[in-house]
């Protein structure tokens, strides 16, 4: 850690109160790379420690609603409570001291909204994202993290769109609502599949550190295989609003060439499949590449995760079934995401299964 803090920079000033913007999306195991690995933790407080002996430090983020209340869960699964005990880590949801409004000035979508107070009052707030796939955005690394920042309301309202392009300008309303001063990547093992939750782990070997999140998720999606990282809806919208580089040629990357980091068979996301659209029809593309939810009742645990998560009101659990509602689907695939058994799959239309033939 110590490497790619001073290769990328030098780091932040660390101050009184430091955050640790974890992504603790689901109480998972480490070796299931869902979550950012306590082995990552550790070593960048390990760093922060050594800058500043008397900081604070604090493990956070807003995990899925099923979750939300289930705080010990993810101490012991994701291995934070050995470090809470190395550290003296505050572990404790990113909601735990409230919320508060936003501007509005930066906001392209979202208009009034709001964010955490611990997020909002960190002297320094570290992103530590892990390096996954995404069955919507494509990639999940620093700059889909934020997204964590916003509470489930407005969540909901941010997919509720069914648009991707609509989605991606929420996503970095969040990110700018408080950027972090610094980003890492734990990109040691990654996921590939259909992210975030229910892909397979894939090992990289890498740590990225940057103090820009689009510089850091460039060279995250260009691990991943991607060839042109700025063709992911989500990093162009970032490049088109300035939040980082705009070109791959903008980017210092020291301590490896591209080559040398590049994962060519990386098994990329269904969402991916966009891409043989040029990017100003990628809206046409979510029309005709027809990605929806079915329920498996054969693992379902009726927990109703999906029914909550569900931004549509498009699920009813009916006894021991799971309905859904085709008429009301946006297809974000929340529910996939968040259902913590894979009971719910992805259906392809005709026209997404010729195009996953083609790849
Ligand atoms: S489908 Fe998944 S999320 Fe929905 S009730 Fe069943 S187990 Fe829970
Ligand atoms: S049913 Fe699933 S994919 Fe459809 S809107 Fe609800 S959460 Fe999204």
Redo the contacts with the bound molecule.
Sequence with gaps: MAIAMERSGGGPLIGRNVLFKANLLAPAKPEQAVTTHPEILSALAAWVKGKNPVTNLSVSDSPGYLFAGQWALFEGNCGLRALKEKWGFDISPLNSKGFAETRTSFSATLGRFRIPIKASEADTLFNVAKCKTHVETEITACLKNTFGYLDTPTRKRA?RSGSIGKLCEAILDAHLSRVPDWNVIDAVVGMEGNGPSHGNPKPLGWVIASENALAADVVAAWMMGYRNPFSIPLLAAAARRGIGPASRSHIDLVGSTWENILSPRFRKATSALRRFFPTPLRGLAHTLVKQ??FWDPSCCIFCGA?EK????G??RINGRTVL??PE?????????EMCPVGA?GIRRNIFARFLLRQK
């Design positions: 997919h929806t939810p999906c998560v569900c931004p549509a498009a699920i859904i509602d009301k689907c946006v297809r974000c695939l929340c529910c996939h719910i």
